[in-house]
């Protein structure tokens, strides 16, 4: 069965700095990887998504993540935080053989400090 | 556009009663999935409707059933509430969403259900 597993529950940065959460995923086939976000009292939003297409996927707000399946990871990067980054970060992967069913990590709180 | 909208926001209720949550999904989408995310862990999927039928469904016992409308809008009924059913609820929504999983899912900002 497929899985994620989010290696830090919690990342402090300072603004300006690089962000770096990490994930690993467990699964059988190809997986369909995703970021998503979620700020307190909102929704979540999509960050980012592998298809397959290309293994350096960029994002929204200037977020990326990189593919490798050498190594079973899908971090999600960023070269500068900013006090808006601050929030709960989920890596996703979708069910394999069973439509479109979202299995999400634990999430990773993200904070930024000025 | 609106969104992906839920109501109520909150809702309190004792163990042993029936609750109902509603979603309205985001204009143009047909297919509504329904997740538990209880408080500091990642969101758990219950279930999906597509065309009025319950297409997928996650590891929930049948206290959990659901419906979708002809409007493509959707209802989360849970009954015979225990404690351990004191979560955010989360309705997503999307666009064929049984068969194209790169269909962006939109996420309502959920309700919170206290079981006491």
């Known amino acids: 069965a497929q899985s994620v597993t989010q290696l830090d529950s919690h990342v402090s940065v300072s603004e300006g700095t690089p962000v770096l959460l990490r994930c690993n995923y467990s699964s059988s086939y190809s997986p369909s990887l995703f970021w998503y976000v979620q700020h307190p009292n909102k929704g979540l939003q999509l960050l980012l998504k592998?298809?397959?297409?290309?293994?350096l996927v960029k994002g929204i707000n200037g977020f990326e993540a990189e593919f490798k399946k050498s190594e079973t990871s899908f971090h999600l990067t960023k070269p500068s935080a900013h006090m808006s980054d601050a929030a709960e970060y989920f890596c996703v992967v979708i069910r394999e053989r069973a439509g479109t069913a979202l299995i999400f990590g634990k999430g990773t709180t993200l904070s930024v400090s000025s | 556009d609106a969104g992906v909208t839920q109501s109520p926001t909150h809702l309190i209720k004792t163990r042993g009663q029936q609750v109902t949550l509603r979603c309205s999904p985001k204009s143009g989408h047909d297919t509504v999935s329904w997740y538990q995310q209880a408080l500091g862990q990642g969101p758990q999927f219950i279930f999906q409707y597509y065309e009025e039928e319950e297409r997928q469904r996650g590891n929930f016992p049948d206290r959990f059933s659901g419906h979708q409308f002809p409007n493509y809008s959707s209802e989360l009924n849970v009954n015979a509430l225990l404690l351990g059913d004191s979560a955010l609820y989360l309705c997503?929504?999307?666009?064929?969403?049984?068969?194209?999983?790169?269909?962006?899912?939109?996420f309502g900002p959920g309700t919170r259900l206290t079981v006491l």
């Open positions: 997503a929504s999307s666009f064929r969403g049984w068969d194209a999983p790169y269909n962006e899912q939109f």
């Open positions: 592998y298809t397959s297409a290309a293994t």
